[in-house]
């Protein structure tokens, strides 16, 4: 393989989506654990929905929402000059909104482990919500949240269907390593496909352990 | 002059509970079996659970009030609480859990000092950082009754903080809190299953038999066999049939 933009286009591209779909992820999962309110099922569906959804449907909705032709789409040209679809912006999301149900649903499991007495005490001693959060539950969920955020990157450098929906398929541009491997596999070029195939099965790999090295370790 | 006055009737998971009793300055224990709502009654005056029905007073300031709607914050009803297994943050020191528990403004420096002397007070100041996951049962026992106090509580809250200890360790610090009650002069409710709790530290107790409470009995040495004949109980242990 001798391009490695797609390498390190991906590598980007899943670490900002990431940093998305952490921030969002921990406020939504929170909310999931903590909150009782109208519409919390249909909130955890349609978070848990790039899951199941086949990654192209997921794809075809984003483009619609985002496209030049959509309110999101327009407003975007008219700040930034240029359309928000098949660009690096485009795959960020891609790749941040197919990493959201993960980081929640680790999040949200880890959350509800933490010992509702803990909490209870921090009020009992006059903490607000928002310091019995800081101060407790994230504290303590730290390890489950760790592995959320690493599922989280390793499913946005994955990412394949969604993002060549809504960012295309440009070398140099918003060519991803998995859509490079596509691409190369097309072309019947299987020497490039491999090496990018053993880079993403590798930092798979490694991200899945460090998961079981946060699930293991007891402090 | 009574310190909780609860009449009040709480829901929990599909069965409820109805405590109706006044506790005055000193330790009043809450007796019973397991599962007849000694918890949730303490939760219920801690404010971390809403009564369906009745009302709960503490130092003559309504905290709940079904009927009326009112239902004081657990933040501000200020209260020291203390669980039979410690449940202290493992991921901070010993100081640290005392000092997050300090009332008012006061900055870091000061929340520590005044964290540090709780410590010393319970005879725990030398544990101040030592490893908070590696401290025995009566320490983190200790270190939470440090905790409890340190937010200058009008009220401790302590369920079955003993009933994990050896007898030692638990003679230890039913003394202890005997002398800090005594101190402050604060008022306690200690839930209990343990006869020789009630003997050693109330001066009354309250019993409840499964979704109720049954009655409330003042306890001086005098009394002592008829109190336990009241709650049909033998000393040294459980209810009877």
């Known amino acids: 393989m001798d391009d490695w933009f797609p390498l390190l286009l991906s590598l980007r591209v899943a670490t900002m989506a990431t940093l998305v779909a952490t921030t969002l992820g921990i406020a939504l999962a929170y909310l999931l654990a903590k909150g009782r309110f109208r519409g ?5 569906a349609i978070i848990t929905l790039p899951i199941v959804l086949p990654p192209t449907v997921l794809g075809f909705y984003l483009l619609t929402l985002l ?3 959509s309110g999101i789409g327009r407003a975007w040209e008219r700040v930034f000059g240029g359309p928000l679809v098949f660009t690096e912006t485009a795959a960020v999301i891609a790749a941040s909104i197919s990493a959201l149900p993960f980081v929640v649903r680790t999040a949200r499991a880890a959350i509800e482990g933490v010992d509702s007495r803990l909490e209870a005490l921090a009020r009992v001693a006059g903490h607000s919500e928002w310091h019995v959060a800081r101060l407790v539950t994230l504290p303590l969920a730290r390890r489950g949240l760790a592995a959320g ?3 989280g990157f390793a499913r946005a450098l994955g990412d394949f269907g969604a993002t060549i929906m809504v960012a295309g398929n440009i070398p140099g541009q918003t060519q991803t390593l998995p859509i490079a491997v596509y691409d190369a596999t097309q072309a019947g070029d299987y020497g490039t496909a491999h090496v990018g195939s053993l880079i993403l099965a590798a930092i798979a790999i490694v991200v899945l352990l460090a998961i079981s090295q946060f699930a293991d370790r007891r402090i | 002059m009574s310190n909780v006055t609860i009449t009040a009737t709480t829901a929990t998971g599909g069965s409820s509970v109805h405590a109706d009793f006044v506790a005055g300055p000193g330790i009043t224990a809450l007796f019973g079996p397991s599962g007849a709502g000694k918890s949730v009654t303490l939760a219920t005056i801690a404010g971390l659970l809403r009564p369906v029905t009745g009302t709960v007073t503490i ?4 905290v709940a009030d079904a009927a009326a709607g009112i239902h004081m914050r657990t933040q501000e009803r200020r209260l020291g609480m203390v669980f039979q297994d410690a449940a202290l943050l493992s991921h901070r020191s010993p100081l640290d859990n005392v000092a997050l528990a300090v009332r008012g403004g006061a900055g870091g420096r000061e929340r520590r000092e005044v964290a540090r002397s709780w410590l010393e007070r319970v005879q725990a100041g030398h544990l101040a950082h030592a490893p908070t996951a590696a401290l025995s049962g009566g320490e983190r026992q200790r270190v939470a009754l440090a905790r409890a106090l340190a ?7 302590l369920d079955e903080p003993f009933s994990a200890l050896d007898h030692h360790t638990r003679v230890a610090l039913r003394q202890l809190v005997l002398d800090i009650v005594a101190d402050q002069d604060i008022a306690a409710l200690l839930v209990t299953h343990d006869v020789d709790d009630i003997l050693a530290l109330a001066t009354s107790v309250v019993v ?3 979704g109720r409470t049954e009655g409330t009995y003042a306890v001086n040495a005098r009394d002592v066999p008829a109190l336990l004949r009241d709650m049909r109980v033998t000393p040294h242990g459980d209810p009877g049939p």
């Open chain 1, 40 to 44: 919390r099922g249909l909130l955890e």
């Open chain 1, 149 to 151: 955020v690493a599922l």
């Open chain 1, 67 to 69: 496209g030049v032709n």
């Open chain 2, 59 to 62: 130092e003559g300031t309504v």
């Open chain 2, 208 to 210: 409840f038999e499964p």
């Open chain 2, 151 to 157: 937010g200058d509580p009008r009220l401790l809250l």
